[in-house]
T-cell receptor, first 114, second 113 residues
Framework: DGGITQSPKYLFRKEGQNVTLSCEQN?????MYWYRQDPGQGLRLIYY???????QKGDIAEGYSVSREKKESFPLTVTSAQKNPTAFYLC?????????????FGEGSRLTVL | EDQVTQSPEALRLQEGESSSLNCSYT??????LFWYRQDPGKGPEFLFT???AGEEKEKERLKATLTKKESFLHITAPKPEDSATYLC??????????????FGQGTRLTINP
């Protein structure tokens, strides 16, 4: 079955550590996204990529980094510079510009800073 | 600034009691409006796309409608399995950043048996 796989589902981090969240898709989608979800707030865009080896900052990119070396993979690194990293992180993909708003989401990764 | 506001924040209904969720938006040109369903601890699931005022889409007990300033998600004779958070998002009609969606904060719907 096609879909998006995020790992790990739960992650605990000590302050000062970098962590990387994995996102893999087998939908053959061109575009991939990372969103952050906090209680009572809408999803906020961290980074997005429309094509391999290219990505753009979203609304809250500070303290995060990404790479897009393969079409199927879009890992997100939460760096120690992110002041409040505890959140639910969602990876998504879409077919690209044609149906850009129809996002397919993974199951999410919940990051907790100890 | 592009903005999406959903109301109410939470809604509790009895099974079979129909109601509507509201999504009000201000956006610099609307390319599309999208509804998603999110179960607790899961990623959102795409439901509908609406492109122009007057458009309607239906799926089982759900019907989404669109005007120039808001969208409604009507739920007819809901069942407990319809309990979820419903998210609304808009896509601005911009050349640059056209793939960026603006999400509302969601409406948490609970259907009691």
């Amino acid at each position: 079955d096609g879909g998006i796989t995020q790992s790990p589902k739960y992650l605990f981090r000590k302050e000062g550590q970098n962590v990387t969240l994995s996102c893999e898709q087998n939908l053959n989608h061109d575009a991939m996204y990372w969103y952050r979800q906090d209680p009572g707030q809408g999803l906020r865009l961290i980074y997005y990529s429309q094509i391999v080896n290219d990505f753009q900052k979203g609304d809250i990119a500070e303290g995060y980094s990404v790479s897009r070396e393969k079409k199927e993979s879009f890992p997100l690194t939460v760096t120690s510079a992110q002041k409040n990293p505890t959140a639910f992180y969602l990876c998504a993909s879409s077919m690209g510009r044609v149906r850009a708003g129809e996002l397919f989401f993974g199951e999410g990764s919940r990051l907790t800073v100890l | 600034e592009d903005q999406v506001t959903q109301s109410p924040e939470a809604l509790r209904l009895q099974e079979g009691e129909s109601s509507s969720l509201n999504c009000s938006y201000t956006v610099s040109g609307l390319r599309g409006l999208f509804w998603y369903r999110q179960d607790p601890g899961k990623g959102p699931e795409f439901l509908f796309t609406l492109y122009s005022a007057g458009e309607e889409k239906e799926k089982e007990r759900l019907k989404a409608t669109l005007t120039k300033k808001e969208s409604f998600l009507h739920i007819t004779a809901p069942k407990p399995e319809d309990s979820a958070t419903y998210l609304c998002a808009v896509q601005p009609n911009l050349i640059q950043g056209a793939q960026k969606l603006v999400f509302g904060q969601g409406t948490r719907l609970t259907i009691n048996p």
